[in-house]
């Protein structure tokens, strides 16, 4: 069955930076365009980074433009986005999120991730 | 950017009985290619979001029959039609005609 599992999280001091992982299985990895997005404590859904099944194609948030970077390596079935220049806004769960209609963008998520805390305080 | 709003913010329901969630967006969802990328999800206590509905009106596998989804251009309804203990959650409305993708700010569901 399809899995994603994230990892990475954790409290970080403004400023720094913090590389997440998402490692996927249960399905054709290098097939799919695939997602981050965000929810603050309490808050909703915020999107945040997409990237082709091919990993040419990257597109982003305004909120998070020129900070966080998603990637991925389709050799390890594993999603990143790395995260540099964390302001405290950055706090929040950060999903992985599988698009429904494999390498076609804009089709809407059907599996996320359970998500990963990140935490940005000093 | 598409702004989707969603009413009401909660919603206590009594076991058995309807329940109907709205959701409108800031500009049309109905794309050149005659679909429209509206979709609901639920996220339950503690879990992550799943997808109940896909472009409106269809059914994600594994999705009782008891949602459904209807709606046009802007204005979009989720209903459940015997709402059950397992319904208790956040649900979400969002749209995927354009970037950045954008969701509704939830509806809060718990059972009376």
């Known amino acids: 069955q399809v899995q994603l599992v994230e990892s990475g999280g954790g409290v970080v001091q403004p400023g720094r930076s913090l590389r997440l992982s998402c490692a996927a299985s249960g399905f054709i990895f290098n097939s799919y365009t695939m997602h981050w997005v965000r929810q603050a404590p309490g808050k909703g859904l915020e999107w945040v980074a997409v990237?082709?099944?091919?990993?040419?194609?990257?597109y982003y948030a305004d909120s998070v433009k020129g900070r966080l970077t998603i990637s991925r390596d389709n050799s390890k079935n594993t999603l990143y986005l790395q995260m540099n220049s964390l302001r405290a806004e950055d706090t929040a769960i950060y999903y992985c999120a599988r698009e429904l209609w494999g390498y076609e963008i804009l089709t809407g998520f059907d599996y996320w991730g359970q998500g990963t805390l990140v935490t940005v305080s000093s | 950017d598409i702004v989707m709003t969603q009413t009401p913010l909660s919603l206590s329901v009594t076991p058995g009985q309807p329940a109907s969630i709205s959701c409108k967006s800031s500009?049309?969802?109905?794309?050149?290619?005659?679909?429209?990328?509206l979709y609901w999800y639920l996220q339950k206590p503690g879990q992550s979001p799943q997808l109940l509905i896909y472009e409106v009106s269809n059914r994600f596998s594994g999705v009782p029959d008891r949602f459904s989804g209807s709606g046009s251009g802007t204005d979009f309804t989720l209903k459940i039609s015997r709402v059950e203990a397992e319904d208790v959650g956040v649900y979400f409305c969002?749209?995927?005609?354009?970037?950045?993708?954008?969701f509704g700010g939830g509806t809060k569901v718990e059972i009376k």
């Open positions: 990237i082709s099944n091919d990993g040419n194609n990257k």
């Open positions: 500009q049309s969802l109905l794309h050149s290619d005659g679909k429209t990328y």
């Open positions: 969002m749209q995927c005609i354009d970037l950045p993708l954008t």
